[in-house]
């Protein structure tokens, strides 16, 4: 049998067997010895290595799962989980200049890393606003938003789920309603109805995904979503739209520019 | 036996049983009819509610958990999570008026929020950098920097680690070596020491936790970190500090404002 790039148990240890287990490989994948895309050793393998249960194995890669740091893959075994492309979104990402070259943030930026980007699942409804969404937009409660729910995917894998809620007065009958809402997107319209746009205040929050976003979004388990809410500000300090947005953390890192004074 | 606030099965659901069962209860925790700090029933009582064996309830439990919305106390049973209190971090915060009142970032946050903010496990070492950190910082591989490591609480619950790497050039036998590195914080003594602060850039990353933040931080199961990395420029252009935090994802919501032009 191949030598396998791991220790082994310490019977002296108080720590638990299937942890000991999980930790040696653990160090292997933070170490490289395993590395991305890399065949785990099989149960069997591992088993004979330590000499232990069946379920002791199971138990240890169980562990290694949850972390999100492997894969099991049915039937070809357990691998060190692939990291795709990850997209970094800077926080000039809604500056105006993107806007003006006609294009809506997404699919600048991504076309900017050398991806190809693409939108599907595209809804459009007219509905009352959320208790939530109607605090944002300095709404009343019987006030009326129009939703735009879409999910956005590069190279075809699913990254990102957004749904955008504005005010039905500012959007009803306009270009916000359709499906392509033309170049530079909806913030470029919302600047065409004379809401030029001041800022963005961004909301993050970090989570495991709930069942629905864990199939719109391909996740793999181990793999937490950022949930961020943004709300879009015009000069007069208007709010004019709410962007709930659900990301695969696997492909994102979100950066921003604070100020220091 | 009382009346569970769950549906029966769909016998004609394609659905595997187990998965029903926690689509169940993950809806009653999303409606409130479990309410945070609620006990789920007992394994004996989904039992004999669904008529189902014991494993296949505990795999039931085991999607819930792993999904961050229960926590099983040893003996007691499970629980609907309860969220501690959230601390929003605004864009604001490393603003020169909260330095110039004499307290840290941290310290000024909490304090305001009616919080009991404490930090621990201080520790103050000088080394060589690490490659990404003598990157972030532009300082070449011989050169040495000050680490300061440390772990934030609020009400005695630990919220957040970090490390904090400044260039020993800068740092060697200042206040910033010292476990109380003085009012304002390390940033007010870079500023007494000539280099003004004029931004920072923070990158957030979201993961599941490794097993020593779980210890550190003492985080529940299903309880994915952010990974923030921070760097603060001078005035000059300069990276004077590198900041590698992580953080519960239950503790915190992160904010920030983006400019529209």
Redesign the interface.
């Known amino acids: 049998m191949a030598e396998l790039p791991l220790p082994d148990l310490d019977p002296t240890s108080d720590r638990a067997v299937f942890r000991q287990i999980a930790?040696h490989i653990?160090t292997a994948i933070e170490q490289g010895v395993l590395a991305e895309g890399d065949k785990v050793p099989s149960e069997a393998r591992l088993m004979q290595h330590y000499g232990v249960a069946r379920m002791t194995i199971r138990n240890a890669l169980q562990v290694l799962q949850?972390?999100?740091l492997t894969v099991a893959e049915h039937g070809r075994g357990v691998f060190v989980r692939s990291h795709p492309p990850v997209r970094r979104l800077a926080?000039?990402?809604?500056?105006?200049r993107h806007r003006e070259q006609g294009k809506a943030a997404f699919i600048a930026e991504t076309e900017g890393a050398g991806g190809k980007p693409s939108v599907d699942s595209i809804a459009i409804t007219e509905e009352r606003a959320s208790a939530d969404v109607a605090e944002r937009l300095g709404l009343s409660a019987e006030d009326q938003v129009i939703r735009r729910s879409r999910r956005y995917l590069i190279n075809g894998q699913p990254v990102e789920t957004a749904v955008s809620y504005i005010p039905a007065e500012i959007a009803r009958g306009t270009r916000i309603e359709q499906p392509d809402s033309g170049p530079g997107g909806i913030?470029a319209r919302l600047e065409e109805l004379g809401h030029r746009?001041?800022?963005?205040?961004?909301?993050?929050?970090?989570?495991?995904?709930?069942?629905d976003e864990v199939r719109a979004l391909k996740l793999a388990?181990?793999?937490?979503?950022?949930h961020l809410v943004r709300t879009?500000y015009d000069t007069d300090g208007r709010a004019v739209e709410v962007c709930d947005t659900v990301m695969s953390?696997d492909a994102y890192?979100?950066?921003?520019?604070?100020?220091?004074?």
């Open positions: 930790d653990r949850g972390e999100g926080s000039d990402r809604f500056a105006r913030y746009l001041d800022h963005f205040v961004e909301e993050i929050r970090s989570r495991m995904p709930l069942r388990p181990g793999v937490p979503v950022f879009a953390s890192v979100l950066s921003y520019e604070l100020p220091a004074r």
